[in-house]
């Protein structure tokens, strides 16, 4: 069975950092691309970041220079360093894994960025 938990969502003042975390299980996971999702309230989910198998790295131009993600294959853990925060990144975070046609997702963290 297919799982991948995010965590590390929160409440967080403008200009400051998270880190996400998405633990995969029931998966050969170093095979997988790894991406990060997020959903606002009343829009499209939109992909924010990914990293292939081989960690090669692509993201969405509104978070290049203050995002990174990143892979431990030993941990099956796919992480998400968020710098930088605008309130227009308040979100909800979705991990997902793809290999070809084989696609699952998580159940998504709540990102707040307000003061």
């Known amino acids: 069975q297919v799982q991948l938990v995010e965590s590390g969502g929160g409440l967080v003042q403008p200009g400051g950092s998270l880190r996400l975390s998405c633990a995969a299980s029931?998966?050969?996971?170093?095979?997988?691309?790894m991406g990060w999702y997020r959903q606002a309230p009343g829009s499209q989910r939109e992909l924010v970041a990914v990293?292939?198998?081989?960690?090669?790295?692509n993201y969405a131009d509104s978070v290049k220079g203050r995002f990174t993600i990143s892979r431990d294959n030993a941990k099956n853990t796919v992480y998400l360093q968020m710098g930088t925060l605008k309130p227009e990144d308040t979100a909800v975070y979705y991990c997902?894994?793809?290999?070809?046609?084989?696609?699952?997702w998580g159940q998504g963290t709540l990102v707040t960025v307000s003061s």
């Open positions: 997902n894994a793809r290999l070809v046609m084989k696609i699952a």
């Open positions: 029931g998966i050969a996971f170093s095979l997988y691309d």
């Open positions: 990293i292939t198998s081989g960690g090669s790295t």
